[in-house]
């Protein structure tokens, strides 16, 4: 158990849909990361947030969206599904060094939330 | 952006072999190059990580080594069981991103 508690762990729907996909860090953890994971794929880096700020965005679309509220648990929206949306969403945290505003440390994983879009 | 290229992108190795993955990255401020290793159905876990103040580092049966100058980076197992046998990804850090190779599925037979 690496303590990052991700919901839902499996979600099905339709295209144009929308679905909130939740993340709960590691206590103490102040960064979060969310990556996608397709079918055969590596880890899409998708965004990053530091303690409720957006550190870092990867390739994440339009249709997409997060955010870290002030008890650090964070969500990603996401809109308009397509069919291609169809992935595994991991949630990552990691702990941070105040004294280091961008250094990386190991990344804990979450179970991933699978998402299925009809 | 930062990319990392990783290979190959399947390796397979009879047991008690040893087994080498490269990747490569883009950004030379990048500054950490960690790996990751993926069970089938399982969430990525943290096998061995270096900094790029260091040149190589060793872990039991696993070592790391690091080339700032031509930007590359590899995994070495040595020894190899069948519980190797995974997906492993290499990554490399900047400015906040971790950005993952495409990952290497390795097969180990006994």
């Known amino acids: 158990d690496s303590g990052v508690t991700q919901t839902p762990k499996h979600l099905i729907t339709a295209t144009g849909q929308r679905v909130t996909l939740r993340c709960s860090p590691r206590?103490?953890?102040?960064?979060v990361y969310w990556y996608q994971q397709s079918l055969d794929q590596g880890l899409q880096f998708l965004i990053q947030?530091?303690?409720?700020?957006?550190?870092a965005k990867g390739n994440i679309l339009e249709r997409f969206s997060a955010q870290q509220f002030p008890d650090l648990h964070s969500e990603l929206n996401l809109s308009s599904l397509e069919l291609g949306d169809s992935a595994l969403y991991f949630c990552?945290?990691?702990?941070?060094?105040?004294?280091?505003?961008?250094?990386?440390?190991?990344?804990?994983f979450g179970e991933g939330s699978r998402l299925t879009v009809l | 952006g930062e990319n990392v290229e990783q290979h190959p992108s399947t390796l397979s190795v009879q047991e008690g072999d040893s087994a080498v993955i490269k990747c490569t990255y883009s950004?030379?401020?990048?500054?950490?190059f960690p790996w990751y290793k993926q069970e089938l159905g399982k969430r990525p876990q943290l096998i061995i990580d270096?900094?790029?103040?260091?040149g190589e580092k060793k872990d039991q049966r696993i070592a790391v080594t690091l080339n700032k100058t031509a930007k590359h980076f590899s995994l070495h197992i040595t020894e190899t069981q069948p519980e190797d046998s995974a997906v492993y990804f290499c990554?490399?850090?900047?400015?906040?991103?971790?950005?993952f190779g495409q990952g290497t599925t390795l097969q180990v037979k006994p």
């Open positions: 950004d030379s401020a990048s500054n950490y």
């Open positions: 990554a490399a850090s900047w400015a906040g991103k971790l950005i």
């Open positions: 206590s103490g953890d102040l960064s």
């Open positions: 270096i900094r790029s103040n260091v």
């Open positions: 990552a945290s990691s702990p941070s060094r105040r004294d280091r505003v961008f250094w990386t440390g190991e990344l804990f």
């Open positions: 947030y530091y303690n409720g700020e957006e550190r």
